[in-house]
């Protein structure tokens, strides 16, 4: 039913300038009126430094998982997964490739561009028994904070 009224809503489209500090071939989620003449995605420009960033490690995600897509790479599907945020917080690398396998082998069926190619299992590394460590210099950053903590409690 057209009632002539445009409707304002946040909608998903190619960003076509419309978030200036972001890539234009990914996809962004901008207000926009829906009238008559269709979608109509208002101009943002740049989003401050912090969300930007947010924004493109989650981009960076979502283009290497359309590139295994389309590729039928199953190592940049590992990738994908292991950069997912809540994955790499709660998951160790191994248990990330792990669970690619376990998934890729119950969903074959579905997985035919991929031509029957798996993560590859990896061996997990162990340290000898006895092997020593050995003294790094501190992160400046690091340096930084443990100073500043320390003028601050004084």
Do not use: W
């Not at 897509?69 to 994955?87: H, K, N, R, S, Y």
């Not at 490739?97 to 376990?102: G, S, V």
Request: proline residues 9%; contains cysteine; glycine residues 6%.
């Amino acid at each position: 039913m057209e009632t002539g009224v445009p409707f304002k809503l946040n909608g998903n489209v190619m960003n076509d300038g419309y978030i200036t500090n972001l890539p234009q071939d990914c996809c962004v989620e901008v207000p926009m009126f829906v009238d008559r003449d269709g979608l109509q995605p208002i101009h943002v420009g740049a989003l401050p430094s912090p969300l930007a960033a947010m924004n493109q490690s989650n981009i960076t995600l979502q283009m290497m998982v359309a590139e295994a897509a389309l590729t039928g790479d199953p190592e940049l599907v590992v990738a994908a997964i292991a950069m997912d945020p809540l994955t790499s917080a709660v998951l160790t690398l191994k248990e990330v490739r792990d669970m690619t396998i376990e998934m890729f082998e119950a969903q074959e069926h579905l997985l035919s561009h991929f031509e029957g190619r798996k993560p590859k299992p990896t061996p997990t590394i162990s340290i000898p028994e006895g092997t020593e460590g050995v003294a790094v210099p501190l992160d400046p950053a690091l340096a930084v904070a443990n100073r500043l903590v320390g003028l601050a409690t004084q």
